[in-house]
Nanobody, 121 residues
Framework: QVQLVESGGGLVQVGGSLRLSCAAS????????MGWFRQAPGKEREFVAT????????YYADSVKGRFTISRDNAKNTVYLQMNSLKPEDTAVYYC??????????????WGQGTQVTVSS
């Protein structure tokens, strides 16, 4: 069983930055991608970014392109999400997930517990 643990969330002012981490532990998983999703109160979970584990190719939602950067350190089994120029609409619980390359939550079969990001104006 693979476990994913997110960290790095918190409260930040508009225009600020945060770096989220997702550490994987347990048996090696076969999924090809690691992704970040977010869910705001009353809204559906939405795609933020994903990265292919071996090639490092990255994909972003239009709403975060140019502001967020996803990266990975395979030696540490860790994926990061650097978030810059944060906006109030970025406020959400952010989830790390492992699965196959996709923009859809149902294609990811392992999820972390989530970390809260709150952007205050």
């Amino acid at each position: 069983q693979v476990q994913l643990v997110e960290s790095g969330g918190g409260l930040v002012q508009v225009g600020g930055s945060l770096r989220l981490s997702c550490a994987a532990s347990g048996r090696t998983f076969s999924g090809s991608a690691m992704g970040w999703f977010r869910q705001a109160p009353g809204k559906e979970r939405e795609f933020v970014a994903t990265i292919l584990r071996y090639s490092g190719s990255t994909y972003y939602a239009d709403s975060v392109k140019g502001r967020f950067t996803i990266s990975r350190d395979n030696a540490k089994n860790t994926v990061y999400l650097q978030m810059n120029s944060l906006k109030p609409e970025d406020t959400a619980v952010y989830y790390c997930a492992a699965g196959r390359l996709s923009y859809y939550p149902h294609d990811y079969d392992t999820w972390g517990q989530g970390t809260q990001v709150t952007v205050s104006s």
